[in-house]
């Protein structure tokens, strides 16, 4: 019987979260003043003199910035991040570079290889399909010749066989493209393709800030 291990689910979508919150503060500071803001900026300009003359609640509103995950750098179509604490926890993430097929409907997709060093982890490897599949279903990835069985859980997916994590790794560092094939909970195929390009380099920097 096949154990699903609890704590890669909580991690999948610890990581999700913690990525949602860094993509939507780029986005944020990178996106420019409306016209409509000028209440938003009078209220940050209170709120900033409020901070100034209380340190206190200044430390206090920064402590939730604190609980995101840092991006540690952009290698290639890989993106290596770190969540901050005593227990932190380093990813390289990456999304597909094409879906098939693609008007189908279907939230975002990932490929996460994750280091916990308080746990003893390295290497392992979640994927987040971006819809419901059927659970314990069979899906596949495959990496030029080499063809790695996945198995199934809402939508996400991991690889059946745990011991075979460090060889899908080795193939992914010389391989090209990843592709995942799965079918959705209603019987309809999807194939995303994952460029490989910065893999290594991201993994490097996993495993350096979490040995």
């Not at 940050?44 to 206090?60: C, F, G, S, V």
Request: hydrophobic share 40%.
């Amino acid at each position: 019987m096949i154990s699903f291990a609890p704590h890669r689910a909580r991690f999948l979508l610890l990581g999700l979260l913690l990525l949602t919150g860094v993509l939507a503060a780029e986005t944020a500071s990178a996106a420019p003043a409306k016209d409509g803001s000028t209440k938003a900026a009078k209220e940050e300009a209170a709120n900033d003199k409020k901070k100034a003359k209380n340190p206190k609640a200044a430390k206090a509103d920064a402590k939730p910035e604190q609980s995101k995950s840092a991006s540690m750098g952009q290698f290639g179509d890989w993106g290596a991040y770190q969540t901050p604490g005593k227990q932190k926890t380093c990813y390289a993430l990456a999304q597909p570079k094409t879906r098939e097929p693609d008007k189908l409907k279907r939230d975002a997709a990932y490929v996460f290889i994750s280091y916990r060093p308080a746990e003893n982890v390295k290497n392992e490897i979640s994927i987040i399909m971006g819809f419901a599949m059927k659970d314990g279903g069979d899906a596949q990835a495959m990496i030029g010749d080499a063809e790695f069985g996945l198995i199934a859980k809402g939508a996400n997916a991991w690889i059946k066989n745990p011991a075979e994590e460090s060889h899908f790794i080795d193939a992914m560092k010389k391989g090209s493209k990843l592709v995942v094939k799965a079918a959705s909970s209603k019987g309809k195929l999807s194939t995303d393709t994952y460029s490989l390009a910065g893999l290594s380099q991201a993994l490097d920097k996993v495993r350096k800030e979490c040995p």
